[in-house]
């Protein structure tokens, strides 16, 4: 069964950074493509960036682009999320998620969740 857990979330203020980590489990790890994704309070849950089964292809939201940085360590069976310059519209629950080959965003295609971690930021 597969299970992410996700952590590193917490309160910073704007123009901080925080990592973000999440775990997997029972997966071969290197075989799938990996994402974060966020959803603030009413809204709908969005796309953030992902980074294919490979690990050579990465993809971002342009709101994100250039403060973000997805990566993982298939040896840690662990994909991070590195997240610097924080405004306070990246406050939101962020999610990782998990799909065997894929290499892509579209978060309709994720089929493992994790819980969550909160992250919030204050201006």
């Known amino acids: 069964q597969v299970q992410l857990v996700e952590s590193g979330g917490g309160l910073v203020q704007a123009g901080g950074s925080l990592r973000l980590s999440c775990a997997a489990s029972?997966?071969?790890?290197?075989?799938?493509?990996m994402g974060w994704l966020r959803q603030a309070p009413g809204k709908e849950r969005e796309f953030v960036a992902a980074i294919g089964w490979s690990g050579g292809s990465t993809y971002y939201a342009d709101s994100v682009k250039g403060r973000f940085t997805i990566s993982r360590d298939n040896a840690k069976n662990t994909v991070y999320l590195q997240m610097n310059s924080l405004k306070p519209e990246d406050t939101a629950v962020y999610y990782c998620a998990a799909r065997k080959y894929y290499n892509g965003y579209d978060k309709s295609q994720y089929a493992n969740w994790g819980q969550g971690t909160q992250v919030t930021v204050s201006s």
């Open positions: 029972g997966l071969i790890f290197s075989t799938y493509g």
